[in-house]
C-alpha cells in the first residue's frame, strides 16, 4: 500500500488517494487505545473526577454564620493558611518521612543484599517473611506497634532497665512515630533493592575483584551503583506514602505535634467547615511532594528510572 | 595497596582440584606455564576451561592443590591480590559506567598516575575510542568484547587469562584482533592463558596448547606436537581430523610395530605407539594419505577401499573412502598433476601412507 502511494507521488499522480497508507497505522493505534481504555477511564472517573472536585472545593469560602455550607469561589486564603498555619506540620511531615526512609534503607539494604547474594536457599523463606506483614491489616500492625512501645510493653522495659530512656516513655513520642512509619514501609524499600541487586550479574561484580578492587570498594564502586534504581524506587516508594501517612501518628505519636496528614484527616472530619483548608492542605502536600521527587530523580535518577 | 602481591615468573597449578558437591569439574591439574609465553587451553564445552581459569583469578578457591606465580603462592590470596586480570567470558562489563570508565577501572584502583593515558592506549588498540563515552548497554557484542579486552590489557598483569575473548567477533575482526594480540604478548612478554573453542585459533597462535577434556589435561605441547603424535584417541579426535581404526598388535618388524587392522597388516613406529601389545587405535592425518588407482609396489601399509565421494577444493582435492573396517576416511591429493587422476563415486582405490606418520593410542578412552 504505502510503496504504491509513494511510487505514484514520484511519478506525481494525483489521481492515487494522498492518504493511502493510513488504514493500516491507525488500525494499530486503536488497538493502543483500546487497550489504554479500561485504565483510563477508572483513573478519568476515581482519580481526576475527585482531583478537579478537591481543586474546586480548596478555592471555596465558607457562608458567613452557616457553618459547613460553602459557595464557590476563587479564595487563595485557603493556601496561605495551609502554609503559615501548618507549616510546622509540613516540616514535621517531611522530616519524619525523611528519617523513616533513610531508616528503612539502612535497614533494608543488607537485607536486600543478604537475600540476593548469601540466603542462598532459604531466599525464598526470606521473601516470604518480608512479605508476610501485608497479610494482616496496616491498623492493626500500627496497633500491635502501641503494644510493643507501650510503657509497659518490652521495649520500654528493657531500655529503662538499662537507663536508656531519659523520657521514660517511647509510645506517644516521635521516636515511636518513625519507628512505626520506618516498619510499616519496610518491606517497599526492601523488594526494588532486592530486585535489582538480584538482577545484577555475579560476573560484573566478580569483576570489580578482579580489577583491584577488595570487596568495601567493590560494593561502593559497582554493586551500590547497580542498585541505583532500586534504590530510587524503595526511596520514592516509602517517602511518598510516609509523608502523607496520619495512622502513625494518630496511633504511636503524642497528642501534640501532629503530622500534616493528621491536619488533613481532622479537618476534613472533626472541624466543622474544614473542608476547603483540608482540600488545599491536600494539594499543597501533593505538589510539595511532587517537587520533591522531582529534584530527587533528576539528581539521583539513573538511566532505567526517569 | 594492602595484601597485593607483587608475584613475578612461572604461572604454576601443582595438583589443582575443584568439586562441586560430588561433581568434580578440575581433576588433579599440573601446569607450568613459563613466564611470557601464549598458552592455549582448548576442550569441549563444559570440561572445566572456565573453572581452571577463576582458580588462577583467585574468583573460585581450589578444593585441593596450589596456584603458584614464580615462588610465590597465591593459593587462597582474593582476586584483587593477584597480578592478574580476566577477560570474561560473558564480557562483565560495568553496566553503570562508560567504555571509557570501564576501561580505566583497573588503573584508578591501582592509583596508576599514568591512568588516563593508558586508558587512551588501550581503547586504541581495540578501536574502540570513538565509542569512549557510551555505556555498555549500546554497544554490539563483538564491541563488548574488544571492550573486555582492554579494560584487562590496560593493566598488563603478569598474567592475563582470555576466558574466549574473541567469540562474538567476524572472522575479519577476529584475525585481527589474533595478530593484535599476538603482537601484544610479545611485546610487552605478559602470560597469556587462552581458553578458545577454535582450534586454528589456538595452533596458530599459542606457544603450547592443552587439549582439555572432562577436568584433566589430556595433553600439553607445542601444537606441531599435539597434531602430529597425539597421546590419546580423544586428542587424536579432538584436533584436526583423523583417520583411525582399531587393531590387534601381532608382532614387530624393526622399529615397527605390526597390527592387523580389518585384515590389512599396518606398520606403526614403535617410539609413536602409546600401546605395545593387544588393542591399539591406529590413527593417521588425511594429508598423510596418498591416493592411487593401483596398489604401489613394495610399500607396504596399504588398504583397498572405495571413493565415496570427491570434492574439488581448488589447491587439492577431498576424497572421502569406504574402508574395508566400515569406517569413512578422508584423503587429499594436492593438484599438481597435469593429467590428475580423476577418481569418481565408486572408484576402487589404493591408500598408502609413511608409517612413520602413524600413530598408536589406547583404544579406550581415559
Ligand atoms: N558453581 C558451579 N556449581 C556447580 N557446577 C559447576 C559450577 N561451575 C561450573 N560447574 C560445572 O563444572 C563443569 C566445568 O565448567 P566450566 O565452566 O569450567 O566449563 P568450560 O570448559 O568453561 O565450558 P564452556 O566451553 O562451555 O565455557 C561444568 O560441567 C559445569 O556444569
Ligand atoms: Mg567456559
Known sequence: MSSLAQVSQVAGDPAVHPTAPAPETEKRSWTAYLLLLPG?????????????????????????????????????????????????????????????????????????????????????????????????????????????????????????????????????TPVAVVAGLTYNFLPFMVLPIYASLERADPRVIEAGGDLYANGFTTFRTVTLPMSMPGVLAGTLLTFIPAAGDFVNMELLGPQRGKMVGNVINDQFLAVPGGYPVAAALSFTLMAAILAMVFLYVRRFGTDELV | MAGFKEARGDLQLESVTKTFGDFTAVDGIDLTVPRGSFFALLGPSGCGKTTTLRMVAGLEQPTAGRVMIGDTDLTGSRPYERPVNTVFQSYALFPHLTIRDNVAFGPKRRKDKDASTRTDDALELVQMTQFAGRKPHQLSGGQQQRVALARALVNHPEVLLLDEPLGALDLKLRREMQVELKRIQTEVGLTFIHVTHDQEEAMTMADTVAVMNKGHIEQLGPPAHLYDLPRTRFVANFLGQANTGVGAIEGTDGEHLVADVFGTKVKISRARSQVHDGEVLFGVRPEKVTVSRQQPQGVGNDVKGVVRDVSFLGVATSYLVDMPSGATWSCYEQNLDVEPIDLRPGDEVWLTWNPGHAFGVPVEEA
Open chain 1, 40 to 172: 483510563v477511564l477508572w483513573l478519568g472517573v476515581f482519580f481526576i473526577l475527585p482531583l478537579v472536585q478537591l481543586a474546586a472545593v480548596s478555592l471555596q469560602s465558607r457562608f458567613p454564620g452557616f457553618p459547613g455550607y460553602y459557595y464557590r469561589d476563587l479564595n487563595f486564603e485557603n493556601y496561605l493558611s495551609a502554609l503559615t498555619d501548618y507549616a510546622p506540620h509540613f516540616a514535621r511531615s517531611f522530616l519524619y518521612a525523611g528519617l523513616a526512609t533513610f531508616l528503612a534503607f539502612v535497614v533494608a539494604y543488607p537485607l536486600a543484599y543478604a537475600m540476593a547474594f548469601k540466603a542462598g536457599r532459604w531466599r525464598n523463606l526470606m521473601m516470604i517473611c518480608v512479605v508476610a506483614p501485608f497479610f494482616t491489616s496496616f491498623i492493626l500492625r500500627t496497633f500491635a506497634w502501641s503494644q510493643i512501645l507501650a510503657d509497659e510493653g518490652p521495649v520500654a522495659a528493657v531500655l529503662n532497665f538499662l537507663h536508656l530512656l531519659p523520657g521514660g516513655h517511647i509510645i506517644n
